[in-house]
């Protein structure tokens, strides 16, 4: 069975652009989370989508944003892209549902912005 | 904001030795506990669990303990592998959360052959 998808798992931009990345989740899990990690940290919790509904939002500017879609996969955008940006960025899905379990996580997207 | 840490940022071992990484957590109210092995260029990959109503649960040569009275998480791994060596995170979740895990900083688990 297919794990969590990311793409792209480079991308390279410059300060001021825009970008999006994809995920699709594994297949029959309804939640999707997207988390940030920086070099030599955790991740941090960017966003949880859960339904086509943002269930949940860390503390991020409003650069960032998400969309989840009917089949369940993903795009995070970040707009008007800033050094600190570059970053390790992983989405996560889940079953989904009211109670608390594990994620599993893609690969990530390795940003860098110069 | 939350704050989950290790006691150590690295640690060394070698082959065969058992392993423990340790974690602390400063919100009692979270309920659920997760830790993850993240090898170079790869995203976490789930280890092992356990939910605030259990002090102890065992794996496949991993174990994790809990001590809710003073906040502790802690990861041990029988007969360490070179296949170990990675960064170990530990998560935590509760109700008065939302929908967010809170990760540590990570500690760094070398095996030495």
């Known amino acids: 069975d297919a794990g969590v998808t990311q793409s792209p798992t480079h991308l390279i931009k410059t300060r001021g652009q825009q970008v999006t990345l994809r995920c699709s989740p594994i297949s029959g899990h309804k939640s999707v989370s997207w988390y940030q990690q920086v070099l030599g940290q955790g991740p941090q919790f960017i966003f949880q989508?859960?339904?086509?509904?943002?269930?949940g939002r860390g503390n991020f500017p409003d650069r960032f944003s998400a969309r989840q879609f009917p089949n369940y996969s993903s795009e995070l955008n970040v707009n008007a892209l800033l050094l600190g940006d570059s970053a390790l960025y992983l989405c996560?899905?889940?079953?989904?549902?009211?109670?608390?379990?594990?994620?599993?996580f893609g690969s990530g997207t390795q940003l860098s912005v110069l | 904001g939350e704050s989950v840490g290790l006691h150590l940022p690295t640690l060394s071992v070698q082959e065969g030795d058992n392993s423990i990484i340790n974690c602390a957590y400063s919100n009692s109210a979270s309920d659920y506990f997760i830790w993850y092995k993240q090898e170079s260029g790869k995203g976490p990959q789930f280890i092992i669990d356990i939910r605030s109503n259990m002090d102890k649960r065992q794996g496949q040569r991993v174990t994790v303990l809990l001590n809710k009275t003073v906040k502790h998480l802690s990861l041990q791994i029988a007969a360490t592998q070179p296949g170990d060596s990675a960064v170990y995170f530990c998560?935590?979740?509760?109700?008065?959360?939302?929908?967010?895990?809170?990760f540590g900083t990570g500690t760094s688990l070398t095996v030495i052959p």
């Open positions: 998560a935590e979740i509760g109700a008065d959360t939302g929908n967010q895990f809170y």
């Open positions: 989508y859960y339904e086509k509904e943002e269930r």
């Open positions: 996560a899905s889940s079953r989904g549902g009211p109670s608390r379990e594990k994620l599993f």
